[in-house]
C-alpha cells in the first residue's frame, strides 16, 4: 500500500480544479504563510535551538525574518509578476498579439535539508505558492523538532487541498519520489542530489538542484588582515559552520598566513569568548554522524587555532588548521562545521588554478584592497555565487538570484527567481482570425512568392 497515493491525488485534483491559479488564491497562501511565521516565531525559534542549539538572532535573521522578507516581496509584487510578458514581433506578426505567459507547473515538490530548516523550506515554497502550484513539502528529519512543526502547524494556514508535508528519511524520500511531479526543487548534498535528478528523469520531471560542496576563500597579500579575519572567521563559524555558501578554505601566501593566525584567534576570542564553549551565539552540530565526521577532520594538517571538541554536546571549538595536504580527507568533503584549513600558494595565478581544477563552487571568495585583482579572481573563475571582500551577504540580497553551477547545482531562485523557476514560460502568440488575405502569401506554391518574415 502506498502511503502517499491518496495526498499526491488529492493535490492533483486540486490543481485540475484551478483553484490555485487565480492571484486572490495565491495571495492568500501567502498571506498564510506569514501569519504562520508570525504566530508561530517562538516556537520555531525553540525547535531551532533544539535542533542546532540556534541562537535566537541567528534564527531571526537567516532563518524567520529572511522568509518573512520573501513572502513579503511576493504580496507586494505577485500580480505584476503575474503579468503576460509582451514580447517583440516580426513582419509577419505585426498584427498579433505574442507574449510570454507564466502558468504553474501543477504539483511541485519541495525537499530541504537540515541546516536552515525553515528558510530551506519555506522560501521556495514562497516562489510554488506565488507561482499557483500545489506542493508537497519534505523537510529534513535530521532537524527533526522543526520538521515537527511545519508537519504539525504550518498546514493549519493553508488550503490543505493544495498542500502537505510528508515527513521521513531516504527511504521514504524514495517512495515519494516514484510518483510523478510536475516540478522538483531539491536542496540538499551532491550525493542525493544525484539519486533526486535520477528519479525526476524517469518522469522527465524539470528539476532545480541547490547542491553545496566546497567553497574557496582567495586572501590577497593586500589585505588588512584583521578585517579580513573578521569577515572570514563570522562566515565560517555561522550556524556553527554548517551553511553551503560558507568559506570552505582559504588560499593565501606563507607571509599572509602568519598575519591571519592571530587575527583570526583574535577575532575568535572577540566573537565567542576566551572559551566559545559556553558563548551563547556558537551553535552545535547537528547529530552524532556528522560530529563524528568533523572530529576525524581535526586529525588533518596541524591545528593552529582552537581543536577542541566535546561529544557529550556535540561542541567543536572554533578550528584553523595549517600545514594540510590537498589529500587529506578536509580537503576531499564539504566541512560543513567551524573548521577552516589555510592552504599557501606563492602567486594569484596559482590560487586561481587552484580553484580551477575543482568542482566549481556554490559560492568563491576574494579579498583584496586591490579591485583589480578581486577582479581578476571574478574574471577567471567560475561559481555559483561570489564575494568580493566580505561573506556571503549577497544571500540578503533578493535581486540576486542564488544557486550553483556544475557540480553545486543547477537552477536558481530567491525574489522574482523564485516565482519564474516555479513558473512554466509558455510561448503565446494569439493571431488575427481575419485578414486571411494578407496572410495568404504564406502558402504553397512558394514559388510564387518569396516571403522573408
Ligand atoms: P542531504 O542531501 O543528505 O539531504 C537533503 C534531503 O534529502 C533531506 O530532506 C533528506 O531526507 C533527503 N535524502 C537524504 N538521503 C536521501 C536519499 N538517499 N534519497 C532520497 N532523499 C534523501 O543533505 P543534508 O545533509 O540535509 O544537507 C547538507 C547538504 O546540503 C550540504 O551538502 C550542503 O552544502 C547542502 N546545502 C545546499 C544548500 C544550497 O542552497 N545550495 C543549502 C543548504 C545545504
Redesign the pocket.
Same mark, same amino acid.
Given at each position: 500500500m502506498d502511503p502517499f497515493s491518496d495526498t499526491l491525488q488529492r493535490l492533483r485534483e486540486a490543481f485540475r480544479s484551478g483553484r490555485t491559479r487565480p492571484a486572490e488564491f495565491r495571495a492568500a497562501q501567502l498571506k498564510g504563510l506569514g501569519r504562520f511565521l508570525q504566530d508561530h516565531k517562538k516556537l520555531l525559534q525553540e525547535a531551532l535551538a533544539q535542533d542546532l542549539h540556534k541562537s535566537v538572532t541567528e534564527s531571526e535573521i537567516s532563518e524567520i525574518s529572511l522568509t518573512q522578507g520573501e513572502v513579503n516581496l511576493a504580496l507586494r509584487n505577485l500580480r505584476t509578476w503575474m503579468k503576460d510578458e509582451k514580447v517583440t514581433k516580426n513582419l509577419a506578426t505585426q498584427l498579433d498579439s505574442a507574449f510570454i505567459r507564466k502558468e504553474p507547473f501543477g504539483l511541485a515538490l519541495i525537499? #530541504?535539508?537540515?541546516?536552515?530548516p525553515v528558510n530551506?523550506s519555506l522560501v521556495p515554497l514562497v516562489g510554488a505558492l506565488a507561482a499557483g502550484n500545489c506542493v508537497v513539502l519534505?523537510? #529534513?528529519?535530521? +532537524?527533526k523538532n522543526t520538521e515537527q512543526v511545519l508537519a504539525e502547524v504550518l498546514p493549519q494556514y493553508l488550503d490543505q487541498n493544495c498542500f502537505a508535508v510528508v515527513q521521513?528519511?531516504?527511504?521514504?524520500?524514495?517512495q515519494?519520489?516514484k510518483h510523478k511531479f510536475d516540478y522538483i526543487f531539491?536542496?540538499? +548534498?551532491?550525493?542525493?542530489?544525484k539519486?533526486?535528478m535520477a528519479?525526476a528523469t524517469e518522469h522527465l520531471t524539470p528539476i532545480t538542484?541547490?547542491?553545496?560542496?566546497k567553497n574557496p576563500c582567495y586572501v590577497d597579500d593586500n589585505c588588512d588582515p584583521q578585517t579580513v579575519a573578521n569577515r572570514v572567521v563570522w562566515f565560517r563559524c555561522y550556524n556553527t559552520g554548517?551553511?553551503?555558501?560558507a568559506p570552505d578554505y582559504v588560499l593565501c601566501s606563507p607571509e599572509m598566513q602568519e598575519r591571519l593566525l592571530p587575527a583570526m584567534q583574535s577575532a575568535i576570542t572577540r566573537f565567542y569568548g576566551d572559551d566559545p564553549r559556553s558563548s551563547p551565539n556558537l551553535g552545535r552540530i547537528?547529530n552524532e554522524k556528522?560530529f563524528q565526521r568533523l572530529q576525524g577532520l581535526l586529525g588533518c594538517g596541524r591545528v593552529a587555532i582552537g581543536g577542541q571538541s566535546d561529544e557529550r554536546d556535540r561542541y567543536i571549538a572554533p578550528t584553523v588548521l595549517v600545514d594540510v595536504q590537498q589529500t587529506e580527507p578536509v580537503m576531499q568533503e564539504?566541512i560543513?562545521g567551524p573548521i577552516l584549513p589555510i592552504l599557501t600558494v606563492r602567486s594569484l595565478d596559482e590560487a586561481i588554478d587552484f580553484i580551477n581544477r575543482r568542482e566549481k563552487p556554490?559560492a568563491l571568495y576574494a579579498f583584496s584592497t586591490s579591485n583589480q585583482v578581486v577582479k581578476q579572481v571574478l574574471a577567471r573563475t567560475s561559481s555559483?555565487t561570489f564575494g568580493g571582500n566580505d561573506g556571503f551577504m549577497f544571500m540578503t540580497l533578493s535581486s540576486l538570484p542564488?544557486?550553483?553551477v556544475g557540480n #553545486?547545482?543547477m537552477g536558481k531562485y530567491h525574489g522574482k527567481f523564485s516565482f519564474d523557476t516555479f513558473s512554466h514560460h509558455r510561448a503565446c502568440l494569439l493571431a488575427h482570425s481575419g485578414l486571411e488575405k494578407l496572410k495568404e502569401i504564406r502558402y504553397p506554391p512558394y514559388s510564387v512568392c518569396r516571403l522573408r518574415l
Open positions: 525537499i #530541504s535539508p537540515w541546516n536552515y530551506l519534505k523537510p #529534513s528529519e535530521i +532537524s521521513g528519511g531516504p527511504e521514504e524520500t524514495g515519494l519520489l531539491f536542496t540538499g +548534498s551532491p550525493r542525493v542530489g539519486i533526486v528519479a538542484l541547490e547542491l553545496g560542496g554548517q551553511t553551503c555558501v547537528i556528522h564539504e560543513f556554490l555559483g542564488f544557486g550553483g #553545486s547545482g
